[in-house]
């Protein structure tokens, strides 16, 4: 079983439209989590980190479920823009230092 | 401002030829470095880390190779190249303080044919 595991999708949407992602992880000692977004052929850059309480960031709204092991990432009113893929990250203690496990990823599209 | 530099930005090597990816990191020191491996449809997998000069830990037994033969120089070798080795390699850097964020560089495309 992979230690984090997203749909990949790909999200075909209209601008405008509300979408969400998932993702959950396998590692109860998870300590941090993350939303990463990679253009196509690009690197990976830090969208927002995702907190227990939630936390919102403009259009974009994690949510964290400790209890499920479940982490989400809500987009509202798309843009043409949001268009790539969203990389689910957790953050665990292991062999001595922090390592960062990277989800597969899930796709979005957005049409106009 | 910190910048991380890769390159080659595309490789296409034949089986068994070597390969030397070269990555540097501006405007910080003592980062914490990083290889990744990004194969089509998959995840980031984390090939090795390094906390300083010197001081390579290998997450995966593979037939790759890093050294960190200066403070911002992180180099990610093979001595004979396997088609399972194509894929997109990516450097990136953290400050040794700041557990959170890590900053990735564009990236090396290689194809082994």
């Known amino acids: 079983r992979k230690e984090v595991e997203q749909d990949p999708g790909p999200f075909n949407v209209p601008e405008g439209a509300t979408v969400a992602f998932n993702c959950t992880y396998s590692n109860s000692a998870s300590q941090s989590f993350f939303w990463y977004r990679q253009d196509c052929r690009k690197e990976p850059k830090l969208l927002m980190s995702v907190y227990s309480s939630g936390n919102e960031d403009g259009r974009f709204t994690a949510q964290l479920n400790r209890a499920s092991q479940y982490i989400s990432l809500l987009i509202r009113d798309s843009k043409l823009s949001d268009s790539a893929t969203y990389l689910c990250?957790?953050?665990?203690?292991?062999?001595?230092?922090?390592?960062?496990?990277f989800g597969a990823g899930t796709r979005l599209a957005v049409h106009p | 401002s910190q910048t991380i530099h890769q390159w080659p930005a595309t490789l296409v090597q034949p089986v068994g030829s070597p390969l030397s990816l070269e990555c540097t990191v501006e405007g910080t020191s003592n980062p914490n470095l990083y290889w990744y491996r990004q194969a089509a449809g998959r995840g980031l997998q984390l090939l090795f880390y390094s906390v300083g000069i010197g001081q390579i830990s290998s997450e995966v037994p593979q037939n790759l190779s890093a050294s960190r033969p200066q403070d911002r120089q992180f180099i990610l070798s093979s001595k004979k190249l396997l088609l399972s080795d194509s894929g997109f390699y990516l450097c990136?850097?953290?400050?040794?303080?700041?557990?959170?964020?890590?900053?990735f560089g564009p990236g090396t495309r290689l194809l082994v044919l």
């Open positions: 990136a850097w953290r400050t040794s303080s700041d557990q959170e964020t890590q900053y």
């Open positions: 990250v957790s953050r665990a203690l292991s062999g001595g230092y922090n390592k960062l496990i």
